[in-house]
Antibody, heavy 118, light 108 residues
Framework: EVQLVESGGGLVQPGRSLRLSCAAS????????MHWVRQAPGKGLEWVSG????????GYADSVKGRFTISRDNAKNSLYLQMNSLRAEDTALYYC???????????WGQGTMVTVSS | SYVLTQPPSVSVAPGQTARITCGGN??????VHWYQQKPGQAPVLVVY???DRPSGIPERFSGSNSGNTATLTISRVEAGDEADYYC???????????FGTGTKVTVL
């Protein structure tokens, strides 16, 4: 079964850091680019960051550039998001998503919730 | 940055046709993808590359794209189609992925 499982979310104070993980199974992980997409409570979807199959190409939304770092470990079939200098506006459900040749997201995890609050 | 605009809501009676628009500058030159998100669930890809359907998605879901508007059409709407729908493109000029503002479809 094709599956993405996120972990690492929680409650964190403004200015602190958090690292999210996404475990992939059921497909050849190192064949595909992977992404993080977030959704603030009651709001729409926002692309956060993406990484190519070999980590050679990485992109970030302007809202997180310089604070978040995406990475992957193909040997462990895992995707990561290191989030530093967290702000209240980073509060959201963070989804891990698999890319396709069409640059659409065909597989999504169930998400991990990040709450930034003092 | 590239902006995709959707109507906040669309209402439709069961058995009728719902059309959800996604507006963007020259969006017809891009590949548009559509997602369905039901409450408490992750998004599901329902149309990709303007008009193709992933395996398992009913033929009732179709898409088109031309000029400055892409459209997701849901034919013979069912109660189970009630959800939020998002369009999405890849903007090559910024190498960013962009989502539309989202449309809530209500089945009357």
């Amino acid at each position: 079964e094709v599956q993405l499982v996120e972990s690492g979310g929680g409650l964190v104070q403004p200015g602190r850091s958090l690292r999210l993980s996404c475990a992939a199974s059921g497909f050849t992980f190192d064949d595909y680019a992977m992404h993080w997409v977030r959704q603030a409570p009651g709001k729409g979807l926002e692309w956060v960051s993406g990484i190519s199959w070999n980590s050679g190409s990485i992109g970030y939304a302007d809202s997180v550039k310089g604070r978040f770092t995406i990475s992957r470990d193909n040997a462990k079939n895992s995707l990561y998001l290191q989030m530093n200098s967290l702000r209240a506006e980073d509060t959201a459900l963070y989804y891990c998503a698999k890319d396709t040749v069409a640059r659409a997201f065909d597989i999504w995890g169930q998400g991990t919730m990040v709450t930034v609050s003092s | 940055s590239y902006v995709l605009t959707q109507p906040p809501s669309v209402s439709v009676a069961p058995g009728q046709t719902a059309r959800i628009t996604c507006g963007g500058n020259n969006i017809g030159s891009k590949s548009v993808h559509w997602y369905q998100q039901k409450p408490g669930q992750a998004p599901v890809l329902v149309v990709y590359d303007d008009s193709d359907r992933p395996s398992g998605i009913p033929e009732r879901f179709s898409g088109s794209n031309s000029g400055n508007t892409a459209t997701l059409t849901i034919s013979r709407v069912e109660a189970g189609d009630e959800a939020d729908y998002y369009c999405q493109v890849w903007d090559s000029s910024s190498d960013h992925y962009v989502f539309g503002t989202g449309t809530k479809v209500t089945v009357l």
